[in-house]
Every structure is written in C-alpha cells, then in structure tokens.
C-alpha cells in the first residue's frame, strides 16, 4: 500500500513547509522575481474548489499611492479592533500585525462575483467558496516558504471600503491582504505564540470520537 | 536573497504535492496506520489561524452505524442538489461525488463554538475562521498526497442535521465531511474537469492590477 507514498526526501519537504510556514509582518524590500511570482500564483490555481468553480480572483497592488490607502484602511481597522478587544487593547496595539509598506509584493485574494448559480457543494453551505479560496492561499503560502519568500494574510480592514477602492463589483468579496517578500528571518514560532498572545492548543483537546467532546483515543 | 529557499528537490515536492493532490472519490477499503494519520492530523494543527485561534476541531466517525447515518445525510443532499441544477441534474446524478462508505477514515472538519470573543482579524470579517479551517484541511489533503493517500471533501450535507446526529452544541458548526484512504491510482486531473462538467479557467483570466477587470501584465 505504500505504491503512491512519495520518497522519504520529498515526504519531508512537503511537512517541512507545513511546520516552517509563518504568517509574516517583517520584510525586507528586496523584490520578488517574475517568475517566482508566476509560481505562486500557479500554485494558488491548483488547490481544490468547490465544484471545481474556481473561485478566486488576485489583485496586484502595483500603485504605491494605492498601497498607501490599503494600508491606512489596515491601520483604522487595526485601531478598532484593538477597543473591541477591551482589557487587551494595548497588548494587541503593540503587536506588528501587517507589512504592506514594507513588503515586496500586495497581492487581494477575492471571491469573484456571480457566484449564484454555482450550487455543487454549495446549496447549503455557500460559504464553500471562502474555504477554496482559503485553500489556494494555503498553497501560495507553502510554496513561498518553499522559495523562501514570507507571506502575511492580513484580514483587519472593511471589506466594503477595500472594494470600492479597488472597483470591486457587487457580489465579489475580498477576504485578505496578502504581503509577500523576502525576509530577514522566518519567526521560530508564530509570532502569536512568541509574543504571548495565544498559546498553541494541545492537539488531543481538538480530536474527538463520534460526537462532539467525547475524547478520542490519541491517534 | 536565496538564503532561505529550499534545495531544488524540496521545492519540486512541494510543487508536486500541490499539482498532484486531488479530490478523491474512489477509494480501497486497506486501513490508514495510525502513525500516519496522526501526522495528518498534527499537520492540520500547524496550518495558520486567525488571531492564532485554532478554532479546527475534528470527529473521526469510528462507528458504522453513523457512517451509514452520515452517508444517508448526503444522499439526500445529493438528490436536492440534482433537482437545484435544473438543466444539469441528470449529468450531476451520474458523478461519483463521495467515497464515504468506502474509504478507511472519515473525519468531520468543523468550527469551534464560542467563537464571538476571538475578534483579531474577525471584527468585520466573522468567516476568517473558516478560512483557518480550510488551510487546515488543504495542509491534511497535501501530507496525505505525499504519504500516498486520497481525500475527498464533501460539502453536500444540512449543516443542522450533521451537528445533531454528532451533539454538536450551538454555536460549533461544521465544514466537510473528509473521506481518507489509499487509492488505486489518483485521478489525472480533478475529476470534475475529466468528467467535463467544468474546465481550468486560464490563469491570466484571474489576475488583475490595481482595480477589478483591469488586465495585469502577465506575472
């Protein structure tokens, strides 16, 4: 049963990406090859979506003057966020939670309008759109690890203002901000984790057997 | 700046892993070994979240009494969502659109509950959890292509009768059943587009620059 099973080597750089990718706020202002570019953008069309509708659409922020304005929407929501969160607002003001002026490349990741009629998996639960679109995120950003490019997903903005920004039609969406560009260094841990705002879970806690909260045996 | 890159045979595996996986439906019934399944499983913990959030929880179905309950679930979805497509319904009934009682492992993929307190990067965007959730299950289908073994994502299910047959409590919500198992082969392309019922969009047709609909360069 081990025919399909990719050699040792390669089955240790697909987890090596998995566990070395990091959501990234600090870059250094060198730029991205073309190429490598193309790549990722490649990657991003390969992940999976839902009746292979191909949801996803990407913005490339060329305009400084355009970036300029992404950003301030960034830092007004940032802002926000921070008195939403009451007794944590000063520990979160603290954090560096984007890069966009920094980085080499601002890419929006969006959902396209007229969506309606895809109903293949999506009858229900027509938010299966967002998770494609997450999922060809995921593959950017393994693949920019994989280069050896960080990437940040920033989602602290208004959704409506960055569309009209970006003369977005009604019924598409924007779901991130993604910077990406060469780094100094990869954070050892999540940048979340390291400054102390959230620990990581235990994963038993999350697995459960048949019904919710039953503790499954450790897999 | 080439500090950071992987060797060129760790790069060609993450760039196969993204181009090979697939959204299986065809599965041998050989069990999955535990060891893999728990590095599946951790896999899926080290995708990014939100705020740092890890609002991923998962139910391994171990009982086949509920499996034919879950199966019976998307049978009937499967039926509406035919009836839904009109003019396709018939070309729709002929897809093979799940594996579940055939392959070794299934899993539900579902949000947390008490999920309101978690604002970071969710005060105007709520659904960012979900897209935490999906890189999850993107980072479990990749693993598993590398470890040799199909998943399929089904999202043809009543989100409310799924949680009830599971005592999901309010609140928690659930994203996909996952179908995981060895194969005889993988698929060539995704079964949908050998199956014609859509095609690759070209890449150049998805991107654009500055505003929506604007053509950018070629990347």
Redesign the interface.
């Known amino acids: 049963?081990?025919?399909?099973?990719?050699s040792e080597?390669?089955?240790?750089?697909?987890?090596?990406?998995?566990?070395e990718?990091r959501?990234m706020r600090h870059f250094?202002p060198?730029p991205i090859a073309?190429d490598v570019?193309?790549?990722l953008?490649?990657?991003a069309?390969?992940?999976?979506s839902?009746?292979?509708?191909?949801p996803?659409?990407?913005?490339?922020?060329?305009?400084n003057a355009?970036r300029g304005q992404i950003h301030a929407l960034v830092e007004q929501?940032r802002v926000?966020?921070a008195k939403?969160?009451h007794e944590r607002e000063d520990e979160?003001m603290k954090l560096k939670v984007e890069g966009i002026l920094d980085c080499a490349v601002v890419l929006v990741a969006a959902l396209s309008d007229r969506r309606e009629k895809a109903?293949?998996?999506?009858?229900?639960?027509p938010?299966?759109d967002?998770?494609?679109?997450?999922?060809a995120?995921?593959?950017i950003?393994?693949?920019a690890?994989?280069?050896?490019?960080g990437m940040g997903?920033?989602?602290?903005?208004?959704?409506e203002e960055l569309k009209r920004l970006?003369?977005?039609?009604e019924g598409?969406q924007p779901?991130?901000i993604l910077c990406l560009g060469?780094?100094e260094?990869?954070y050892e841990k999540?940048m979340?984790?390291q400054e102390q705002?959230?620990e990581?879970?235990p994963?038993d806690d999350?697995?459960?057997?048949?019904?919710?909260?039953s503790r499954?045996d450790?897999?």
Chains 1, 2 share one sequence.
């Open positions: 049963m081990t025919e399909h099973r990719y080597t390669e089955r240790a750089a697909v987890y090596r990406a998995i566990y990718r959501d250094l060198d073309s570019l193309r790549r953008l490649e990657a069309h390969h992940a999976p839902v009746g292979f509708m191909q996803w659409r990407f913005i490339r922020i060329t305009s355009l929501e926000r966020t939403a969160l979160f109903v293949f998996g999506r009858r229900t639960m938010d299966m967002l998770a494609s679109l997450a999922c995120i995921q593959n950003w393994l693949a690890r994989a280069e050896g490019l997903w920033v989602s602290l903005f208004e959704p970006l003369a977005m039609p598409s779901a991130a060469h780094v260094r990869f999540p979340l984790e705002w959230a990581r879970m994963l999350l697995l459960f057997e048949d019904r919710w909260n499954a450790p897999v």
